[in-house]
């Protein structure tokens, strides 16, 4: 035998050198649920390790992660029902705790980098990421002035990227134009080009209570089973001015980010959604898996698969557990 690929595997120095694939905290966003009381703090409880927080506590977090290497988190608003309408109105009112939470946060932290998320379902009485009219149909144009208006005001409270997951068409373009007109031309997009209808999202619906109250996301969302349609997404997001394209879920879809990833330029994000954590979690929780290899397994694939970006709920844990040398 001449080629014996055992060689490079003899040693744990050999096999370091010859290691293609790192994750690094710098490639990772963490995603956090702001809760309106600013001293709160609940579990999520089909997210174990994972709270939902008030601002206090969220500032306290924001600190740990940064001191940690973690710079970048995607903040999510925990509505009451009783500010939630048909047309999402809190999703651009500026004295809203979630825009004025956003705000602190870059007072206090300006070199961390906040990402928000554009879709209607947390303040929206439907549930639904775009306005329902009175057939349960999701109105596609009509939706992108209340999505515009939302940007604009996440923007204008401070966000550095604006990450719309709500999958209606010509939404990247519209909100480009909307920053641009109103200043904001530095204010990044990060679109969630190929965002799958998927069943993986149950547990962060339970920390937003954000489910749809009827029907499903099947007519906006993309189908499980394609990948083709993936391209179309993504040739609309590079024509309308996305600086990041984004595959969602990740583990599932590996393939959708080694597709985006060989076909584009741009930078390719993954996020490791909810349903993904939790199985781990689960399955740790009863003895089943051991958890840190299989989520350092979990991310480096993502990575080796295209992903530039991670979207996790493991970034903070992942951060620690580099910083203490056990990764
Ligand atoms: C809102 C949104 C969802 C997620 C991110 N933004 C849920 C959904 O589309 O129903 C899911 C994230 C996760 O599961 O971790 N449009």
Redesign the pocket.
């Known amino acids: 035998m001449i080629t014996r690929p055992r060689r490079n595997r003899k040693s744990a120095a050999i096999r370091s050198l010859v290691e293609e694939t790192k994750v690094t905290t710098d490639d990772l966003i963490l995603?956090l649920f702001l809760l309106e009381d600013p001293k709160g703090k609940v579990e999520v409880k089909s997210m174990p390790g994972i709270y939902r927080l008030g601002i206090d506590q969220m500032l306290k977090e924001i600190e740990e992660c940064l001191s940690l290497g973690v710079k970048a988190f995607d903040i999510?608003p925990v509505v009451d029902e009783s500010h939630k309408d048909k047309y999402a109105t809190k999703s651009h009112d500026n004295s809203f705790f979630y825009q004025q939470a956003l705000k602190k946060v870059k007072e206090t932290f300006p070199e961390a980098c906040v990402m928000t998320?554009v879709?209607m379902?947390?303040y929206s009485s439907d549930g639904h990421?775009g306005l329902v009219d009175k057939d349960g149909k999701i109105l596609n144009d009509e939706t992108l002035d209340i999505l515009g208006k939302m940007a604009l005001s996440q923007a204008e409270s401070g966000a550095d990227i604006i990450g719309p997951?709500?999958m209606m068409d010509g939404r990247v373009g519209y909100i480009r134009d909307v920053l641009d007109a109103n200043g904001f031309t530095d204010v990044s997009i990060m679109s969630?080009t190929a965002?799958y209808a998927s069943a993986?999202?149950?547990?962060?619906?339970d920390a937003l209570d954000?489910?749809p109250k009827s029907g499903d996301?099947k007519t906006y969302?993309m189908n499980p089973a394609n990948q083709r349609e993936a391209l179309i997404e993504a040739d609309l997001d590079v024509q309308e001015g996305a600086d990041f394209l984004m595959v969602?879920?990740a583990l599932a879809y590996l393939d959708i980010i080694k597709l985006l990833k060989d076909s584009y330029d741009l930078p390719i994000a993954a996020?490791h959604?909810?349903?993904e954590?939790s199985m781990l979690i689960a399955a740790a929780q009863n003895g089943w898996l051991d958890k840190v290899p299989v989520m350092n397994e979990m991310l480096v694939s993502m990575k080796r698969a295209g992903a530039d970006i991670i979207l996790t709920?493991c970034a903070k844990e992942f951060a620690q557990l580099k910083k203490e040398g056990k990764l």
């Open positions: 995603p999510f998320d879709a379902d947390p990421d997951s709500d969630y965002k993986f999202y149950g547990p962060f619906r954000s489910a996301k969302q969602k879920p996020y959604v909810s349903g954590y709920y």
